[in-house]
Each structure stands twice: as C-alpha cells, then as structure tokens.
C-alpha cells in the first residue's frame, strides 16, 4: 500500500536573501487528489509517475507535483532535487519539498518527491520534464569494470497547466476593519540607546555579510576547480574502456553528455537539471564568459549526442572517440585559469 508523503512547508531566509524550501516542524500529510493530472513513462523495469494536483488551479492557490519513481529490486535510482536557478521549478517558485523511500515486500522501492509550487502568473505554464538516473545493478555481477553498465537517464513528460486569474468578486471584497488604535508610545524608550544598538547591529550585521560572501566565493571557486578534475577523470575512464558498439552507444553518449553538462552546471553554477537540451544550450550559450567558438563547439556537441539518444543514429568507433576528444578540448579550454581565481577572491574580501 503506498504511503502519504509528509509534506512541511517552511520558507528560510538565508544570510544573502536566498529563498529555499525546508521542511518545518508540523507535519501535514499530503496525498494525491483523485482528479490529479498523472502522466506516466516506462524505461525498462522502471516506471516514473507525476501526479499535479489542483488540475485547474486559481493564481493563488497551492499546487503540488508529486515524483513517484516504482523500481524492481537490482535497480538503483538517482533522482536528485529538480532546481533551476533560485529554487524554481520551470516558471513555478518551490516553497516546498520532501523525499520518501519506501521498501516493497518484494524488495523493490518506491521513491517519492513532493514538490510545493506557487504560480507567480496567470495564464499558460507547464511543468517541465523532471530527470532521473537508473542503474541495473543486476546486470553488474560477474562483470569487469569496463563491462559494466552505465547509468541510463529517465525524462518525465512535460504537464501543461492552465492557472486561471483571480476572480473579481475576491479582489473587491470588503477587508475586515482594524482591530483597535496603536499606542504611538510604547515603554518610552530612549532614542539615543535604540541608535546606539542599531548602529552596534549593522556594524556586526555588516562584518558577517562581508565574511559571508568571501567565504561563498572561496567555495565556488573550489567547486569550479573541482568541476574540472572530475570531468577529466570521467573522460579517462569513459575513454579507458574504449568506444561503444552499436549495443552501446545510446548509454554511452548518456554518460559523456552527463559529464559535460555535470562540468558546465559546476562551472559556471548553472542550476538547471531539468532542461531540455534546447534549454540548457539557452541558459549555457548566455554566460558571457563563453566566447563564440566554444557556443558552437558545445552547441554541436549536444546535437551530436542527441541524435544518438533520441534519433538512433550509431556512429563509428573513430566518430565517437572523436566526440569524447571534442568534450576534452571544450573542458581544457573552459577551465578556470589562476588570473580568472584571483579576481573574484579580491572582490569578495
């Protein structure tokens, strides 16, 4: 029987303004409406289900999107936090989320994700696609590490939803009436002691900032050196077990997309899992810090991958080993310099 995902809606303002969603400490349980919009996709053993729900929403009201991820046992499932820049879901703002796994008597698992949206506008929106990796831990045993299975991406279908306005009987209701007058002296407290303590917390409030931010970009600029060093591992070890056979190649041009696009979303702190290549190649191609040449390398690297992945093209041995080359050359060329390090820091401390 499948359990209610505890949903906790909550709102943490964070030192710099950033809004992120965290569970409180009151539990409501949140479970699907009948009438939910429910889309479902099958890749092997696995089933991916998304529920909306209200289906016909009011600019206002409280809209829920639910993940349900249904995987047999051997199969492992990496279905991350879908996020695209400011804790948002598509044109949605995510005031909300919660995870749940569940174990079936058969050894399989249901994985949950409940996501808590606040529609920003009226009109026509959609629910974008929501990415997962699965891997078949079955087909691993006895195997070699070059032999065994990479990991095969998962994209949900895009829901569109319709947020209707606000009525206009609601916005011209009467508003309830004040509830008594306001003492204008309260305590009388001395001026001069509140300036003295504001000023003492915006000195104090100040300094933290400052150390604050320093301390923010000092761990971009590891993760972006990071990013680096790790892609450049992964293409050795992708590149170490050779070119793909036409058996092959669609997970194989998976995981060499996946690094690239890993690199880049550290790289460059671009927040965007859930796009489409289309829109990946928008939010990538617009850092300023990517000049013309590496656009059009990264903009034909991705088609390339494409059409392995969804057209069935199978390229040759020497045509995939020369992709692979391609997404070394666009990482070297792309990878944070000591004078790019130098700059930031400055300005930060």
Known sequence: MRRAAVLALAVAVAACGDDAPTESTEAVVITPAKDAITKTVENGPVKATVKVWPPKPTLGDTIYVRLEVD?????????????????????????????????????????????????????????PP????????????GQTSAEKPAPQEILTDEIPLEIAPVASEAVAAELAPARGTLDPDVGGTNWVLILGIASIAVMIGSGSLLAIRAMRARRRLEQQRSAYDEAVSHLRELEHRGAPDAAAADAWFVELSAIVRTYLEKRYDIRAPE??????????????????????????????????????????????????????????????????????TARAA
Do not use: W
């Not at 929501?130 to 045993?141: G, H």
């Open 275 to 344: 796009l489409t290549t289309e829109e990946f190649l928008l939010v990538a191609t617009a850092r300023p810090e990517l000049g013309e040449p590496h656009r059009l390398l990264l903009t034909q690297f991705l088609e390339r991958c494409d059409r392995v992945k969804f057209a069935g093209y199978r390229p040759d041995a020497e045509e995939s080993l020369a992709t692979l080359a391609a997404a070394r050359s666009f990482i070297e060329d792309t990878r944070l310099q000591p004078s790019m390090a130098a700059a930031p």
């Open 130 to 141: 929501l990415r997962l990796e699965m891997l078949d831990a079955r087909q691993i045993t």
């Open 71 to 127: 995987a047999p046992a051997g199969i492992s499932i990496d279905a991350p936090f879908q996020e695209a820049g400011d804790q948002r879901l598509g044109r949605f703002k995510v005031i909300g989320f919660v995870r749940d796994t569940a174990r079936k008597p058969n050894g399989g698992q249901l994985h949950e994700q409940t996501y808590t949206l606040e529609a920003q506008t009226s009109g026509k929106h959609r629910i």
